[in-house]
């Protein structure tokens, strides 16, 4: 019976020290393991290709940039508007969303160093009716479109330019904007024609990526000098050095150049 007992207690041991080493690999691969979030209706920077796999220069770009620093990459499609809850509820760790740095959103996250400059601009379907005054002039542009049905994505700058210059100016109702939880929602109704939807204001190379199609284009571009940042949660202060000294290798190199060109050229 001791004899027994024995073999019993030694067989325990072993499974006890081989658990512990299965769980110190799990734990292992958690540290390793990043999970970005991204809003997959953004081409060219996010999107699904027609396999369902999330695609786009941003996730090309992180990707290449997290692996390098040896950890192993999941990518999360998720609303837009929900990024940053996500991010600061511990369920991604890196945004990758071409997502503009402001000043607003700098006091709830960290951006990495820019890696994209863009403007706003308003795309339209062809033969619609829609006119939109050209001029430079901005408050010619914006008595243009007071009248219009405004379609934007939640919580984007597109979204907050419209509040901004034309409901809290009194030029605008705010019944007239519509806003969207996927900008592929907004293309949509834009398709159906004025009945529907007027205009979008969105990111000028997204425009240009729906553009593609002969049944829409763009017609102005409202400068506003914007600038697309990586974020990560406050006060992740090595993940960010680390990730804005890789960024920074990697927008000099040749992988960037290509990166460039098959997206953008």
């Keep these: 019976m001791n004899k027994e007992k024995k073999i019993f207690s030694t067989l325990m041991v072993l499974a006890m020290v081989g658990l512990a080493v299965a769980l110190s690999g799990c734990v292992e691969e958690e540290v390793n393991k990043i999970i970005v979030g991204t809003s997959a209706d953004f081409a060219p920077f996010e999107y699904t290709d027609e396999n369902g796999n999330i695609i786009g220069f941003d996730i090309e770009m992180v990707t290449a940039i997290l692996e390098s620093l040896n ?77 219009l049905t405004i379609g934007a994505q939640t919580g984007t700058t597109g979204a907050g330019w419209v509040q901004e210059n034309l409901i809290d100016t009194g030029l605008m109702d705010e019944a007239n904007l519509k806003l969207y939880d996927l900008y592929i929602d907004a293309v949509a109704d834009l398709d159906i024609g004025p009945a529907r939807l007027d205009v979008i204001i969105l990111d000028l190379p997204v425009a240009q990526a729906f553009a593609e199609d002969s049944g829409r284009e763009v017609v102005y571009t409202i400068i506003t000098g914007e600038s697309y940042g990586l974020g990560v949660r406050e006060g992740e202060t090595d993940l960010l050095n680390k990730i804005n000294a890789e960024l920074e290798e990697f927008m000099a190199s040749e992988e960037w150049t290509t990166l460039i060109t098959k997206y953008f050229e």
């Design 71 to 147: 950890y192993t990459v999941e990518v999360k499609d998720i609303g837009f508007d929900s990024l940053i809850p996500s991010l600061q509820a511990e369920t991604i760790d890196v945004i990758a969303a071409a997502m503009t740095i402001t000043e607003e959103r700098e006091e709830q996250i960290d951006f990495s160093i820019p890696y994209y400059e863009a403007d706003q601009s308003v795309l339209i379907k062809k033969d619609s009716g829609v006119e939109i005054n050209e001029s430079h002039n901005l408050e010619n542009f914006t008595a243009s479109i007071a009248n």
